[in-house]
């Protein structure tokens, strides 16, 4: 199991090196998956939604309305991910059902609509 994030399906304008390493790792793990297919071994790429841990406040993030909106439990995050890995699934986006339609928004939008998306949700509150 590989921790990937949703903010790494596309550019994630202020917190872009960031979004940029979880597509890294995403790519990464999915890359991976594919050497391995004549294995035993599976790599499940887990793209949590916003989740209700110690992140934000690590990341200065807290004033960001991402920070502020709803947030899965890290308990539930888990037993999703875990499930995914024993099942063999190569990716799993965890969270609520409105975290998962918000990801396939984002997902499937034009990318000037997802990365304003992203800017807004990621963006300090009183930046201009
Ligand atoms: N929370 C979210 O909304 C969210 C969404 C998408 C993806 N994710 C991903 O989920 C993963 C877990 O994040 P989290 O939400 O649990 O964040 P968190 O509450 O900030 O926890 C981060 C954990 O990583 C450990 N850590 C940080 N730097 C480390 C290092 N250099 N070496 C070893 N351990 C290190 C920390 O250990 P210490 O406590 O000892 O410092 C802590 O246990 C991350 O990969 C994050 O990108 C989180």
Do not use: C
Not at 79 to 94: D, K, L, S, W, Y
Request: glycine share 8%.
């Amino acid at each position: 199991m590989i921790t990937s994030s949703v903010a790494g399906q596309g550019p994630g304008p202020y917190q872009s090196t960031y979004a940029a390493s979880k597509a890294f790792v995403h790519s990464f793990g999915r890359a991976l998956r594919h050497e391995l297919r004549d294995t035993a071994v599976t790599v499940t790429s887990v793209l949590p939604g916003p989740t209700d841990t110690t992140f934000f406040a690590r990341a200065d993030m807290e004033e960001a309305w991402v920070a502020r909106g709803p947030k899965a439990d890290p308990s539930d995050v888990a037993h999703q991910a875990f499930a995914a890995m024993m099942a063999g699934r190569g990716q799993v986006v965890t969270g609520s059902w409105l975290i998962k339609a918000a990801n396939l928004l984002s997902a499937y939008a034009p990318e000037v609509l997802a990365t304003r998306m992203q800017a807004a949700l990621a963006k300090p509150r009183g930046r201009g």
